[in-house]
């Protein structure tokens, strides 16, 4: 029986799962029918096998995340922007226009920016302010202790701030939709509403914990590696380059973690990235799990076609 992990992310009015070589889409469209697509995936690791060894692999799991994430984000806007068929007819297949393509570019491109100026710009003036009311400011750790806490510090209330908006407050609850169909895979109590429902909305494999465990992770590399006093443009091209190695080494954390949940310690040590999943997800309403039961399902029985059987590779206790 063939062992294999999911995975997923909210879209528009929905959700992705990506399971092996599949992947999946659902959203419910503005008439309230649930719309769904399935479609292979080729791996990259499959072009270049050592890609898949341990300590790699996390790299190409988050470039491949962030592709498959945006193409359903493209997908999700053609569903939700999809014309009611008049009776009878038969509905045409929405497609994204140039100007779609263009406008997501640009926000692609101003978000990319912004990253910079936040977790780059504003962390490295800011410890370079503040480490003067430091004895220890001189010190590679202390600079680098600051730049990570200030860093820190912009992520959650970013995170704060978009949790209040209604338009991604739903984003949010998809979320948490998609991590309680997980679990109930995961549980093997089957996938109907009930049993999902029952499920917790955090899950340890969840993205947003894996951003938090980059940013600690990166505040004791770049203190290990980078130099006190480097100039703005230097220290924007060590962390840079720095960032592959650092995703490599975090994606075998939060695998670790997911493996070994039963062990007390392992739990207290990741406790504050679920924690950190009460911004990121809200409580689905059912009709939300639904359109992630629904996501999970097609995704799994394209594997199930594949494979023959398949079970979960990393089974966690979900219950609330």
């Keep these: 029986m063939a062992k294999i992990n999911v995975g997923g992310q909210a879209i528009i009015e929905g959700v992705m799962m990506r399971a092996g070589k599949s992947m999946a889409m659902a959203a419910r469209r503005p008439d309230g029918t ?16 050592p890609l898949k060894w341990p300590w790699l692999r996390g790299t190409l799991v988050l470039f491949e995340a962030m592709f498959l994430g945006l193409k359903a984000l493209e997908w999700s806007g053609q569903q939700a922007m ?6 009878g007819a038969a509905g045409k297949k929405p497609t994204a226009s140039k100007g779609d393509r263009v406008a997501l570019i640009i926000t692609l491109g101003v978000g990319f920016g912004l990253g910079i100026l936040l977790f780059v710009v ?3 003036y800011g410890a370079q302010f503040t480490a003067k ?6 010190s590679r750790w202390t600079f680098n202790a600051l730049n990570g806490g200030i860093k820190v510090t912009i992520f959650l209330l970013y995170l704060w701030m978009m949790s209040w908006v209604p ?13 309680k169909s997980i679990f109930a895979w995961e549980a093997g109590r089957g996938l109907d509403l009930p049993h999902a429902l ?30 006190r006093h480097l100039k703005l443009w230097a220290r924007l091209g060590g962390e840079m380059l720095l960032l592959l190695p ?12 997911a493996r070994y949940q039963h062990w007390t310690w392992v739990r207290w040590l990741f406790k504050p990235g679920l924690a950190l999943q009460a911004l990121t997800t809200r409580e689905p ?7 992630a039961l629904a996501a999970l399902k097609e995704v799994l029985a394209m594997e199930e076609k594949r494979l023959g059987s398949i079970e979960p590779e990393e089974a966690a206790c979900g219950t609330n």
């Design 246 to 257: 650092i995703a490599g080494v975090t994606y075998e954390l939060q695998r670790f973690s």
């Design 82 to 87: 999809a014309e009611v068929p008049p009776a």
């Design 34 to 49: 649930i719309v769904v697509e399935g479609q292979p995936v080729l791996a990259w690791a499959d072009r270049f096998p």
């Design 285 to 291: 309403e059912p009709a939300q799990v639904e359109v």
């Design 133 to 138: 009311y430091f004895s220890s400011g001189q």
């Design 122 to 124: 504003v962390p490295y």
């Design 167 to 179: 338009d991604l407050r739903r984003v949010f609850m998809y979320h948490g939709a998609e991590h």
């Design 198 to 227: 029952d499920k917790s909305r955090f899950h340890p494999r969840c993205s947003t914990a894996f951003l938090l465990m980059v940013m600690v992770v990166s505040i004791i590399t770049f203190a290990i590696l980078l130099p």
